[in-house]
């Protein structure tokens, strides 16, 4: 019926006058244009909302939808065209959601058949279903752990012929999902350019807390690079195959937005229930409070705020009498402790430093058995003291120095890490930067039970920087610092003289702010990196916050490598998927009518690698001058990285866009459809090497079909068309959706459009 059955007009003149000015000989098309062969009705309701359709030899598909009585849901219909006869519209009992212009539904072409994809409102992934002999509903992506049902759904076939759909999801972006895979993609769409900064992390019985700040930046302009911002925790399991992702939880309130340094602390050595410490120092202010986790979330619970002045740094240790805070200003450290049942804040109790303090991280505090262990760099050397009285009946806190002898003198000393467990507390000194080649190492040994320094340090030397150093048990000690332009975990001892151990290079890191922890427990050792992420611009990859975490052995293992950043990506109510068969890209997409709070105005297109490789190039569709909240793309055709597609502004005009994406600003084109026309509802498909678009325009009795072909550059080729008129047209105030459109052949195409008398589809010839 659609390729060779000739249709009769009669009855069809009722609702469309057609032209018959570009015919040639036997009523054909003349050479370079197109005209409409033959009409017939789809559906006889008006209500009926032509959105695709689909030609598999001598059949047709035509996807309609209506609105049903409850807001935000549509229902799916599809009308058949067999061989020969009128169309018979089937009622699947089907639902999705539509959200205005883009209801969750569409035909694909699959090698057994044709079927529809819709999303369920309130179930997971989206439904597949049959049509004809093969009516059976098939749910992806599969497996026990569906994701949410998505609010937005384009979709594209696979190479062997399996469906495939872009998702978006309120809060979560855009992934691609595979109907014969329970994984779905990396992210699609642009995440905000937020800066992350000072990750710690802490070991607390079956889990792993991550504490970090958090700066919100824009989707095209990243966040200042200062550290500080709001305050979050991250919760993960120990075990290595826990669930990911991460849940991140904001424990600072509205109100802080400069935090800086978060600290970690276990308020009990051997009891995990008893829950974590956390602080951070904001202004003249350090926030100390308590942290409960339940499940995979951390809640601040009560809390206290310590005044600190000028302070350079600080540290937090829990103790028997509570947390204490150890700051420094610039020539004194003094410790506070916090009783968080009464809120009762002590007052300080200084010590003089002998030389000015250093600005930066400066001040480390540690728990070595039931001792309190504080190092500190000045300008002239590292200085040591034990914190005493946390144990005490009065806990009344004092400073006993210890001495570290000339291993400690000299401005470029540093520490190299602080770490304590049940037993002995462990100094690390060094005079290489944390960014070195090679770093010599010297270890004070801090025996907990006598209170007491190693006479003789212990030296070894380290093939990497060192930004961190965690015990491990018995003598073992782990570095981690910067190597070959990531980071390096090694395993070394810590009692002179001993091999180093086992090492291990991070993947993708970059080690400008780095945390370590390690569990003899567990026998697990995790790192914490700030990664720093491509130069600020859309779709580019983000800044963020890495956990890896490796066996104690550092050899084979399980090895994870999981995010605790999140920052939000940006919504768009239309996206558009289309499977690329030239270039070195493989996927291509578009990206939106953006809406609502942390709005990414104008339309965004973009293509990758492989099946779900990173982003090969992106550009803007639209002049970021002229971008509004609310522009639609239509309908896209691409050849490559050549984009070619029908945009309706948010001023409701249609244009035609065009171009090379990722060539820079300027690359692509902007052309008006039909000028003073009215031009609405326009699709685009590729015509051979050219291009084609039939849109509807004005007529002084509803709407004309208009078309025109362009060549391959995005040149018009003719003048448009008018190929018929269609009358008492159904005045539709929504404009964002396109006229379904296919090719049948070479010269053969087919379309639907809506009148007043429900929706009729038109065969369209053009000559060669």
């Given amino acids: 019926m659609i390729v060779s059955g000739a249709l009769s007009l009669a009855g069809t003149l009722l609702f469309v006058r057609w032209s018959t000015r570009h015919q040639g000989a036997a009523g054909r098309a003349a050479a370079g244009r197109c005209v409409v062969a033959a009409t017939v009705s789809v559906s006889p309701d008006a209500a009926d909302v032509p959105r695709q359709v689909v030609v598999r030899g001598e059949e047709a598909w035509v996807l309609l939808t209506r609105a049903t009585a409850r807001r935000g849901e549509a229902e799916v219909r599809v009308a058949h065209f067999a061989s020969e006869g009128a169309a018979t519209v089937t009622p699947l009992g089907l639902t999705t959601a539509s959200e205005g212009a883009a209801p969750n539904a569409g035909l694909v072409q699959r090698a057994e058949g044709v079927s529809v994809v819709v999303t369920r409102p309130g179930e997971p992934g989206v439904v597949a279903r049959g049509l004809g002999a093969d009516a059976r509903d098939v749910a992806w992506p599969r497996g026990p752990e569906a994701p949410p049902a998505p609010a937005v759904m384009a979709l594209a076939v696979e190479p062997d012929g399996t469906p495939t759909a872009l998702a978006g999801r309120p809060g979560l972006g855009a992934r691609r999902l595979h109907a014969r895979s329970v994984r779905e993609s990396a992210g699609y769409t642009a995440a905000r350019r937020d800066r992350w900064s000072s990750p710690a992390l802490l070991v607390l019985g079956p889990r792993v807390l991550v504490a970090q700040t958090h700066r919100e930046g824009s989707f095209v302009t990243d966040a200042p690079a200062a550290p500080g911002g709001a305050v979050e925790v991250a919760v993960m399991g120990a075990d290595p195959f826990a669930a990911q992702p991460l849940r991140v939880t904001r424990v600072s309130d509205a109100s802080v937005r400069e935090a800086v340094s978060p600290r970690l602390a276990r308020v009990s050595a051997s009891d995990p229930a008893a829950g974590a410490l956390i602080a951070w120092r904001e202004g003249a202010g350090v926030t100390v409070g308590a942290l409960s986790v339940e499940g995979d979330t951390a809640r601040l619970g009560r809390s206290a705020r310590v005044a600190v002045g000028e302070a350079y740094d600080h540290d937090l240790v829990a103790t028997g009498c509570g947390p204490v805070v150890v700051w420094g200003g610039a020539e004194t450290l003094a410790a506070t402790r916090v009783d968080l049942n009464t809120l009762a804040v002590s007052d300080p109790v200084p010590v003089a430093l002998a030389s000015p303090l250093r600005r930066g991280r400066a001040v480390r505090a540690v728990r070595a058995g039931e001792r309190v262990l504080v190092a500190v760099e000045t300008e002239a050397a590292v200085a040591a003291w034990e914190l005493?009285?946390?144990?005490?009946?009065?806990?009344?806190?004092?400073?006993?120095?210890?001495?570290?002898?000339?291993?400690?003198?000299?401005?470029?000393?540093?520490?190299?890490?602080?770490?304590?467990?049940?037993?002995?507390?462990?100094?690390?000194?060094?005079?290489?930067?944390?960014?070195?080649?090679?770093?010599?190492?010297?270890?004070?040994?801090?025996?907990?039970?006598?209170?007491?320094?190693?006479?003789?340090?212990?030296?070894?030397?380290?093939?990497?920087?060192?930004?961190?150093?965690?015990?491990?048990?018995?003598?073992?000690?782990?570095?981690?610092?910067?190597?070959?332009?990531?980071?390096?975990?090694?395993?070394?001892?810590?009692?002179?003289?001993?091999?180093?151990?086992?090492?291990?290079?991070?993947?993708?890191?970059?080690?400008?702010?780095?945390?370590?922890?390690?569990?003899?427990?567990?026998?697990?050792?995790?790192?914490?990196?700030?990664?720093?992420?491509?130069?600020?611009?859309?779709?580019?990859?983000?800044?963020?916050?890495?956990?890896?975490?490796?066996?104690?052995?550092?050899?084979?293992?399980?090895?994870?490598?999981?995010?605790?950043?999140?920052?939000?990506e940006a919504a768009f109510s239309a996206m558009t998927l289309s499977r690329l068969d030239e270039g070195p890209a493989r996927w291509a997409a578009t990206f939106s009518a953006s809406a609502g709070e942390g709005c990414l105005p104008g339309a965004w297109a973009s293509l990758r690698d492989g099946d779900d490789g990173p982003v090969h190039a992106w550009s803007a569709l639209l002049d970021p001058a002229m971008a509004r909240c609310g522009d639609r793309v239509l309908s896209a055709a691409w050849r490559g990285a050549f984009f070619f597609g029908s945009l309706v502004d948010a001023r409701g005009e249609v244009s035609l866009v065009s171009g090379l994406v990722g060539s820079g600003a300027g690359a692509l084109t902007r052309r008006a459809l039909d000028p003073g026309g009215h031009p609405a509802h326009a699709a685009v498909a590729r015509d051979g090497a050219r291009y084609l678009a039939v849109w509807l325009g004005a007529s002084d009795h509803g709407k004309t079909l208009r078309l025109q072909r362009f060549e391959a550059d995005g040149r018009p080729a003719n003048e448009a068309d008018t190929l018929g008129e269609v009358l008492w047209s159904v005045e539709d105030a929504e404009r964002g959706w396109s006229l379904p459109l296919t090719q049948v052949n070479a010269t053969k195409w087919v379309t639907v459009f809506r009148t007043q008398r429900g929706p009729r589809l038109a065969r369209i010839e053009c000559g060669d």
């Fill in 388 to 568: 005493t009285g946390s144990q005490s009946p009065n806990c009344a806190l004092g400073w006993r120095p210890l001495a570290l002898g000339a291993v400690a003198r000299g401005p470029e000393t540093r520490i190299a890490g602080l770490a304590g467990d049940a037993s002995r507390g462990l100094l690390a000194l060094s005079a290489a930067g944390p960014g070195a080649a090679e770093t010599p190492l010297r270890f004070l040994r801090f025996d907990a039970a006598r209170g007491t320094l190693s006479r003789r340090p212990a030296d070894t030397t380290v093939p990497q920087g060192v930004g961190a150093v965690s015990l491990l048990g018995g003598d073992t000690v782990v570095v981690l610092g910067k190597a070959r332009q990531t980071l390096r975990l090694q395993r070394v001892g810590d009692g002179g003289g001993d091999e180093p151990g086992e090492d291990l290079l991070l993947r993708e890191a970059t080690g400008d702010a780095v945390a370590l922890a390690a569990s003899p427990e567990h026998h697990r050792i995790w790192a914490a990196d700030v990664w720093e992420g491509a130069p600020e611009g859309v779709f580019r990859p983000a800044h963020g916050v890495v956990i890896h975490s490796a066996i104690e052995a550092l050899e084979d293992g399980p090895r994870t490598d999981v995010t605790s950043s999140q920052a939000p």
